[in-house]
């Protein structure tokens, strides 16, 4: 993984800083590991856990909102905080800079009441120093990060742990809030009821697969007999994940290949697919930058501009108002659902599913070494509608579902958490938990965390799920079957 952001020179405290009240990170996770010695864990993976003794803790405590810098340092400057043998000066010059992240320094808290410093406006902040470009990191960047800067993932989880967690990586293990199943099979079990899989399709292609969690799922859901002489394509830009992707879509009990291509230029010929899943991949494709006077004038600056431009003609998108300038528009899954429509067979089918808007521009989204777009779902399904597709719309919490209240462990705090028993060389999946299900994994490690708090599963501050799509798509003309319902003995019949 890459560090969050190059690694900043510590603050100096002089001036105007030491006039700057101090608020700790709400919600921090610390572990109580010795009587003396209490761990933090910095937002960058690459330093070190802070550890602290009782000098530092009572100078973290301090950090209330209420305290300035210049007061803090007065009284903890030269005093050791932790067995490692830094003083506060030391820690108070850096626990404010983006890769600590430990605290906040400001005249005002970062948004809110002066008591409710809010953790996800702090990560905002760090979020915006992620990438050296403010908004747009130019429309071949994601192309390049999957195809040129991901290396071989080694057969473990970090890239998805520390990178891009999807909502279907935190639930690759069996969950409670899936009714103890994993994502994929629950997954499969929705379409299924729908009647995707009778008759089973006979060519299934699923795109960016990521570590193949989703497929070992979706197979795992089926029996034997509905899957034998199925042939499942796994299609990803990123080399370096095809073979796990291979291994366990095997290990699912498919007949698995995979081919490196592109979503937005579909590597087989016309109505040849009978499914193809598509799980959090659209906000990685192409997105481009239109000005205002090209979308006014319908004539753009590129090739690329012009594809785009022909799309919102073609497909009349509807634009507003009130344009901003300039706007970001995802022309890469505007291809991608143009290749579907070619791709697939008459009755063939579609499940696609990302983070996305309604309304507005899609607006960037930092991660770590790249940046995703939002989907613009009103734009996506004019043109859905505009080919020809039969489509639904609903959230992915509905989609699987979900049980809106179910409670599971801040993200923040699994990461947290997992940093620490990587310390301690002890086994821990990022993933959803709920309470029982931490208690569980951590057993006598748990009494010693503090700070484990826990978000409704529907609360937006916990992985914003329902802000996670799903389009469910049906190229018309296959055969029309016959449907029945059994009741009390008998067979009621409609045709679709
Ligand atoms: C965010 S990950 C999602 C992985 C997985 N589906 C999941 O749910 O965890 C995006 C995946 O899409 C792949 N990808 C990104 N852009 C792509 C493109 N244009 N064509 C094909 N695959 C792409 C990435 O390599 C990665 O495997």
Redesign the pocket.
């Given at each position: 993984m890459k560090s969050v952001a190059p690694l900043p020179e510590p603050l100096p405290l002089t001036g105007d800083t030491l006039h700057l009240f101090a608020w700790r990170v709400p919600d921090l996770v610390t572990y109580h590991h010795r009587r003396d010695e209490v761990w933090v864990a910095p937002l960058d993976d690459h330093l070190p856990i802070i550890r602290l003794n009782q000098t530092g803790i009572a100078m973290l405590s301090a950090m209330n909102g209420h305290t300035t810098v210049g007061a803090l340092l007065e009284q903890y400057g030269t005093k050791v905080c932790g067995p490692d043998g830094q003083l506060g000066r030391w820690h108070l010059e850096r626990w404010a800079t983006p890769n600590y992240s430990l605290c906040f320094y400001g005249s005002a808290p970062p948004g809110g009441h002066r008591h409710s410093a809010r953790w996800d406006l702090l990560l905002q902040r760090v979020r915006d120093r992620w990438s050296g470009q403010h908004e747009f990191e130019g429309e071949d960047h994601?192309?390049h990060f999957?195809r040129y800067e991901?290396g071989d993932p080694h057969e473990d989880d970090r890239h998805?742990d520390l990178i891009?967690t999807?909502?279907?990586?935190l639930f690759r293990e069996p969950s409670e809030v899936l009714g103890g199943l994993t994502?994929g099979r629950l997954l499969m079990r929705q379409l299924r009821r729908l009647g995707w899989f009778s008759p089973k399709p006979s060519m299934i292609l699923?795109?960016?697969?990521?570590?193949g969690?989703?497929a070992q799922g979706l197979g795992q859901e089926l029996l034997p007999f509905e899957k034998r002489s199925v042939r499942y394509i796994s299609?990803?830009?990123?080399r370096a994940?095809l073979h796990l992707?291979i291994s366990r879509a095997a290990e699912g009990g498919w007949i698995a290949v995979g081919t490196r291509?592109?979503?937005?230029a579909l590597p087989f010929t016309d109505q040849s697919i009978d499914l193809v899943i598509?799980?959090?991949?659209m906000?990685?494709?192409?997105p481009v930058l239109l000005s205002r006077e090209e979308l006014a004038s319908g004539k753009g600056n590129t090739p690329q501009h012009q594809e785009a431009l022909d799309w919102i003609r073609r497909a009349r998108i509807p634009l507003g108002s009130d344009l901003p300038d300039p706007v970001i528009f995802n022309l890469?899954p505007i291809r991608?659902v143009a290749e579907l429509w070619r791709v697939l067979k008459p009755g063939g089918r579609a499940f696609l599913s990302e983070f996305g808007i309604d309304r507005g521009w899609p607006h960037p989204v930092r991660l770590p070494g790249h940046t995703?777009y939002e989907v613009q779902y009103t734009h996506l399904r004019q043109v859905i509608r505009w080919l020809g597709f039969q489509e639904q719309y609903l959230s992915l919490p509905q989609f699987l579902a979900i049980k809106p209240d179910t409670k599971v462990l801040c993200t923040g705090a699994v990461y947290t958490i997992r940093r620490f028993c990587e310390m301690l060389n002890k086994p821990f999946t990022v993933k959803a938990y709920t309470e029982p299900e931490l208690r569980q994994a951590l057993g006598d490690m748990l009494p010693k965390l503090q700070g484990c708090h826990y978000h409704a599963v529907a609360d937006p501050a916990w992985f914003n799920l329902f802000d996670f799509k799903v389009l469910l798509l049906e190229k018309p003309g296959g055969l029309s079957k016959p449907r029945f319902t059994d009741a009390k003995g008998y067979r009621w019949y409609s045709h679709q």
């Open positions: 994601l192309d999957h991901l998805f891009e999807t909502v279907s990586h994502y699923e795109i960016g697969g990521g570590l969690y989703v299609l990803d830009l990123t994940f992707q291509a592109d979503a937005e598509d799980n959090e991949n906000a990685d494709m192409t890469g991608f995703e």
